[in-house]
């Protein structure tokens, strides 16, 4: 018989009871919840006359729609200027209050982007189901555990039944073996595995990450990775347990205690794929060959390398491809075969789920260091992930290069990925964003966003349009 | 939730791959704290030609005259039919509220995103997956003749189109059920709260550090 991958070992772990259909019913060791899709749940929870199952498997924090600015938020919920925003974050409170559930609330220094503050915590721990309804959550499964993002109803049944039908995925394995060239990272990896595989390239499968590249990678490149499975339609990315896990989990407040931590690491150290594990599909790269990335258009797929172009209608595999390159032109205001160092900015990005650890901001500022941020930007912006992200930057002294160079150090949050707060673009404003969607309109009505790496966004504030890293 | 037996209505074409979950309703909508009330916002930075802005009147704002749910021949459409990879991106379930609420009853595409596909069963909308093949020809009969409906049978897993033509679908049967008969499927879940505590209580005692934190 074969081996397993780490999917079937979590999956296995986690099934309650299997229906005769194929379906399994799953349990959830950790769900994490934000202001924008659990307001539905609680409300189906108190419509039905429901409890949480299990109150301390929840952990919430506002993200989404909290005002970045520290005038903003000196005043708590009420200073926040837009009423709707405001609603919604107070109605998080609202119901964590009500039905007793853990909330870094938006004046606490743990408070931060859900995907940044589970990790830094503990919350997430190997071995463990993650779900929160939110796609970014495939973030969580750098951690050796099974995590992915549901929609608002399954929300609301996780929080009464500490469960989920499922139906299992298939096993897909990306290996990347190879030594990693010099300032490429796992946002580089994963932008490259997308355009390889493409954004759908992923669908109905969990996805592994493997290979020598990956496992030298940091925990906060193995999150940049897992968090951007989903823009390769996996609803699920994971790496395996080893050191480096271990090691940023120990002594973090949720993780498990002395007496129980070395019983605990050897329950985890079996999280990773037997090698005689079968994979529906495997596809293999090599480290060497990936260059740092850049999207010139509206779908992640439409990505090339620093010193590429924007490819032209012949290179489009078909005529749905063709069209689609076709609108992604005239939407981002490019033409077939300019070349990505060309294109002008208006705006820089650097935060996100995807991109705000502090790894990632010590990379951003590396390059920032001692130069200026073009003056032909409008604004350049960095947006911890979490207040405990922020407070160890300043203790780094990161914010003052920062400042000097002309960026805007701000309060934790969602931020510019999605414009849900005041931080977005103008309509036909490029922006190099270290986000994970360069969708129409995702960072502001008429916005063109370019998906880059924090040290690549940083190096094309400093000159105003897209340049090399390695080259700096 | 609304259940879905059969439903026959017009068609709406819409010719265009990844349409991803920003596109069916984007971020500003998500603000609300409701289920419903997305409809007018609906594909809204393709509908209309200025940008939305929640809680507002949607009636005197300038249509896209080119986009396809602003065309007369689609109007009252209620089975959207699109390309590969539909509904990519976030796991908002805004997307279906939105499609639902505007008064799509069923979709049909070669392909989903899984999140937007599961989603859509919990809402009553009845996610149709047609090879490419087919879908190809259902946009050109719809483009062709004006009017056209199709009928979606989830009973009997089958699309009929106006000549009598039969086209069978896949659907898993725990999902068809749950939408044939309108179920919660919290309610089933909890038929089983039993074996939910055994299985916890055996997680207690082999990894006790996921407890209590």
């Known amino acids: 018989m074969a081996g397993k991958t780490l999917y079937d070992k979590l999956w296995d772990q986690h099934v309650v009871k299997t229906r005769e259909d194929g379906t399994a019913l799953i349990y959830i060791d950790r769900q994490l919840l934000h202001e924008v899709t659990s307001p539905q749940a609680f409300e189906g929870l108190r419509i039905a006359g429901r409890k949480p199952w299990r109150l301390d498997a929840n952990l919430a ?4 729609n909290v005002p970045t600015t520290s005038t903003e938020r000196e005043s708590g919920i009420e200073g926040i200027q837009d009423p709707v925003s405001r609603i919604q974050v107070k109605t998080l409170d609202d119901n964590c209050d009500h039905f007793g559930i853990n909330e870094f609330k938006m004046a606490d220094k743990r408070q931060g982007i859900v995907h940044v503050v589970g990790p830094e915590q503990g919350a997430t721990l190997p071995g463990m189901t993650v779900v929160c309804g939110d ?7 750098a951690f050796a555990a099974l995590a992915h993002g549901i929609g608002t109803s399954e929300v609301e049944h996780v929080l009464a039944t500490q469960c989920l039908i499922q139906r299992k995925m298939k096993n897909l394995l990306i290996k990347v073996d190879g030594e990693l060239g010099k300032g490429i990272t796992g946002k580089d990896v994963v932008l490259h595995v997308i355009g390889v595989i493409g954004t759908a390239g992923g669908n109905g499968c969990a996805m592994e990450f493997g290979g020598s590249a990956i496992r030298s990678m940091s925990m906060e490149g193995r999150m940049t990775m897992c968090n951007m499975a989903i823009e390769a339609g996996a609803r699920v990315g994971m790496v395996a ?8 989990v120990k002594g973090r407040p949720f993780a498990p205690k002395a007496d129980q931590w070395e019983q605990a690491v050897a329950a985890w150290s079996d999280l990773k794929s037997d090698d005689d594990a ?3 599909k495997v596809v293999e790269i090599r480290a060497e060959d990936i260059k740092p990335q850049v999207t010139w258009g509206t779908s992640p797929e ?13 290179d489009a595999a078909d005529d749905v491809e063709r069209s689609g390159f076709k609108r992604a032109y005239e939407y981002m205001g490019l033409t077939a075969g300019q070349k990505i160092t060309d294109i002008k900015l208006d705006r820089v990005f650097i935060g996100s789920c995807t991109n705000s650890r502090i790894e990632d901001l010590r990379a951003a500022a590396e390059v920032a ?5 073009a003056e032909s930007l409008i604004q350049a912006l960095v947006v911890p992930g979490s207040g405990l992200v922020k407070e160890q930057a300043e203790k780094e002294g990161l914010d003052k290069i920062f400042i000097e160079a002309g960026f805007e150090w701000r309060e934790p949050g969602c931020s510019m ?3 849900m707060n005041a931080d977005k673009l103008g309509s036909g404003e490029h922006c190099a964003s270290t986000s994970n969607r360069n969708f129409e309109g995702r960072q502001g009505y008429g916005g063109r966003t370019h998906l880059v790496s924090p040290a690549m966004a940083a190096a094309a504030a400093i000159a105003g ?7 700096l | 939730m609304k259940a879905f037996t059969v439903h026959q209505g017009v068609v709406a074409p819409m010719d265009r791959a990844n349409i991803d979950t920003d596109m069916i309703i984007p971020k500003q909508f998500l603000k609300s704290i409701k289920r419903s009330g997305f409809g007018p916002n609906l594909f809204d930075e393709l509908r209309y030609l200025d940008e939305g802005q929640p809680d507002a009147d949607n009636s005197g704002r300038p249509l896209n005259p080119d986009f396809v749910l602003n065309q007369p021949r689609y109007s009252g459409a209620s089975v959207l039919l699109a390309r590969e990879n539909f509904g990519c991106g976030s796991s908002r379930e805004h997307a279906p509220w939105a499609l639902e609420d505007f008064g799509f009853r069923a979709i049909i595409a070669p392909s989903y995103a899984d999140i937007f596909y599961n989603n859509s069963f919990k809402n009553g909308l009845l996610p149709i997956v047609l090879d490419e093949e087919t879908v190809d020809r259902l946009f050109k009969e719809t483009e062709a003749s004006e009017g056209y409906q199709l009928t979606v049978d989830l009973e009997n897993k089958k699309v009929v189109t106006p000549s009598g033509e039969e086209i069978a679908f896949e659907v898993d049967d725990f999902r068809r059920h749950c939408l044939l008969n309108g179920l919660d499927d919290i309610g089933l879940t909890l038929q089983d709260a039993d074996e939910i505590r055994a299985y916890e209580e055996k997680r207690r005692a082999s990894a006790p550090w996921l407890f209590g934190a």
């Open chain 1, 278 to 280: 079968e994979f529906d």
């Open chain 1, 241 to 248: 347990f080893d050191e480096i896990t271990a090691e940023y």
């Open chain 1, 302 to 314: 439409m990505v090339t390398t620093v010193d590429g172009t924007v490819p032209t209608l012949e």
């Open chain 1, 61 to 64: 924090t506002p993200d989404h």
């Open chain 1, 135 to 141: 796609s970014h959550t495939a973030t969580h499964g």
């Open chain 1, 465 to 471: 349009h897209f340049v090399d890293v390695r080259e």
């Open chain 1, 369 to 373: 260091k001692g130069r200026k941020v």
């Open chain 1, 417 to 419: 990925c999605l414009a």
